[in-house]
């Protein structure tokens, strides 16, 4: 089969694509002709290799795992003899952590992985890239900041795939949301449920006289002490990216004061949860309340081009490789 391998820590010029052997799906594994596949900020920092510390966990020198990508979706080709949820000709969706890449024809995970059926009304390249965005903006909205209706919400980075994903999630459960992005998104964030917007290149947001009660900075483009003074008095701030700084605040906060800052990586909370909160979101797919927007498509032959487009910083949503 084809994949795309990554054979040292770089640029996108790092990413191959080759023939590898076809994946063989073990007793408890099922083996998925990929669909979709996504491209996330996630997955250029695995080719990277930044920050640092992240090699503690992917390998030190270069990737334990080297076929590249995370999110996928397609169709169940064959299963273990012991798999009991999933059944040959089952479309599905899910994430890839820490084991086979997704951005291949084929990869085998567990049935007990993050893995569900594909919801009928959804198309896969929209799926692909639920349990990067989507997953990741609820676990830190419902879980950690237990946003609730009539709250505050504030989005930075807005029109990204955790913010656009943020911005519909905090909606749904009843804030009153400001999306902070280019004026040039304005149009896409309200259509998704933003009550306001604030243009980052002409208005600092912390400079602003509102108050929120959480404010969640997909992008970690600002910190905790810019934040802290329009944060209410038992505000949150929440980021995806931990920084040194971040985590002594956590650590501070967590002990001092009524305002908390919070990073929590999605990717290391417990499957059988994960799982739960896939569930949820499958739910509101089912019931239209939750839209996957989708910037760029791209073949597998363009996977180096999605990498540096995604580097940008500048992607609307998701960027999606189609095969």
Known sequence: ???????????????????????????????????????????TMMRSGNPWYGRLFIGLTKPKYPIAGTGFSGI?????????RFQVGDEVFGESIFGAGS??????????????????NVAHEELAGVCDGPL???????????VKSGQRVLINGASGSLGSAAVQLANYLGADVTAVCSSSNFAM????????????????????????????????????????????????YLSPVLSMPLLF?????????????KFAATGLVAVPKLRNMLHELTNLLNAGK?????????????V????????????????????
């Open 1 to 43: 089969m084809k994949a795309i391998i990554i054979t040292k820590y770089g640029s996108p010029k790092v990413l191959q694509l080759q023939d590898v052997p076809k994946p063989l799906p073990k007793e408890k594994e099922i083996l998925i002709k990929v669909k979709a596949a996504s491209v996330t900020r996630a997955d």
């Open 76 to 84: 169940v080709e064959a299963v273990g003899g012991s798999v009991q």
């Open 103 to 120: 951005n291949a024809e084929y990869l085998c995970v567990s049935e007990e992985g993050l893995v569900a059926v594909r919801p009928k």
């Open 136 to 146: 990741t903006s609820w676990n830190y909205l419902k879980e950690m900041a237990n």
């Open 189 to 236: 964030v309200r259509s998704l449920g933003a009550d306001h917007a604030i243009d980052y290149t002409k208005v600092d947001f912390t400079k602003t006289a509102n108050s929120y009660d959480v404010i969640f900075d997909t992008v970690g483009k600002s910190s905790f002490p810019a934040c802290k003074e329009i944060l209410t008095k038992n505000g949150t």
């Open 249 to 261: 605040q956590m650590l501070w906060t967590s002990k001092f004061g009524s305002k908390k800052a």
């Open 290 to 302: 939750l839209k996957l927007v989708i910037d760029k498509r791209y073949t597998l032959h363009e």
């Open 304 to 323: 180096d081009k999605a990498h540096s487009y995604v580097d940008t910083g500048r992607k609307r949503g998701n960027v999606v490789i189609n095969l």
